[in-house]
């Protein structure tokens, strides 16, 4: 089993920036996938952001805003979030798939954008 833990939520006022971590007790560099989800409050969980291998993919969204990356040697994933706005509040979710080991999620971090 991998444990996924979250941190770097809080509460930023709109045009604010935030950068979210995700440490994984397991590697991520053998993890097919490893992404950033989130749900907002009276919404179903969505997808924010997901990196396979080289390749990234982001929310409509959140493009051009937001940027997943990953620290291998730190077993690590990050979502900078820039120029947050208030739609943007939620909890996120950090996601690692590794195919037939499993797939698990963090407890989530809480993300709010207000004045």
């Known amino acids: 089993q991998v444990q996924l833990v979250e941190s770097g939520g809080g509460l930023v006022q709109p045009g604010g920036s935030l950068r979210l971590s995700c440490a994984a007790s397991?590697?991520?560099?053998?993890?097919?996938?490893m992404g950033w989800y989130r749900r907002a409050p009276g919404r179903q969980r969505e997808l924010v952001a997901v990196i396979t291998g080289g390749s990234t993919n982001y929310a409509d969204s959140v493009k051009g805003r937001f940027t997943i990356s990953r620290d291998n040697a730190k077993n690590t994933v990050y979502l900078q979030m820039n120029s947050l706005k208030p739609e943007d509040t939620a909890v996120y979710y950090c996601y690692g798939n590794w195919g037939i080991f499993g797939a698990w999620w963090g407890q989530g971090t809480q993300v709010t954008v207000s004045s």
């Open positions: 397991g590697s991520i560099g053998s993890a097919n996938a």
